[in-house]
């Protein structure tokens, strides 16, 4: 697995959600799968240079510097194949779009679109409040763009 300092701006990125955080000896026991699943990604037969950790107990991201090897349908394919036995072993779901994590002071909350939209509504979640857009690309809007207020993401369009 590649030095994530060390990896370019242009890094492509990929970031999965659990519904709730994972605990710590999950979280354990997952990085190491993730660690071991980077070391050994290839495309083509090419090595991707490439990092994947969890964040906060309850985001997984992979990211892939494609300025040596890109990665391909198949690679990426090899991923969401790995994502989805994670998913499976440790029965959460990883692949719903439709529950937004947001920031209530230091403590992160997730909700259905549809209780976020309530929570809006209500006063209890505002156009300031810092929001995860599991969407970003690349590393760099990764580092500047991942946490940002609701007033500057596109889940402000679904409240």
């Not at 969401?80 to 719903?96: C, G, T």
């Not at 997730?110 to 409040?129: C, N, V």
Request: glycine content about 2%.
């Amino acid at each position: 697995m590649t030095n994530y300092e060390i990896l370019p701006d242009s890094t492509r990125v990929w970031i999965y959600q659990a519904k709730a955080p994972f605990s710590e000896a999950i979280s354990k026991e997952i990085q190491q799968r993730l660690t071991q699943f980077a070391a050994n990604w290839i495309s083509h037969n090419n090595q991707l240079r490439s990092y994947a950790s969890i964040y906060h107990h309850q985001f997984i991201v992979l990211m892939v510097d494609e300025s040596q090897a890109g990665a391909s349908g198949c690679s990426i394919d090899k991923s969401v194949h790995f994502l989805q036995q994670l998913q499976q072993h440790y029965s959460v779901a990883l692949f719903d779009r439709l529950t937004f994590t947001y920031k209530e002071g230091e403590a992160i909350k997730t909700a259905h679109k549809t209780l976020f939209s309530e929570l809006y509504k209500a006063g209890q979640i505002t156009d300031d409040t810092l929001v995860f857009d599991n969407l970003v690309t690349n590393k760099a809007d990764f580092e500047k763009n991942w946490l940002k207020p609701l007033k500057d993401s596109w889940h402000k369009r679904m409240v």
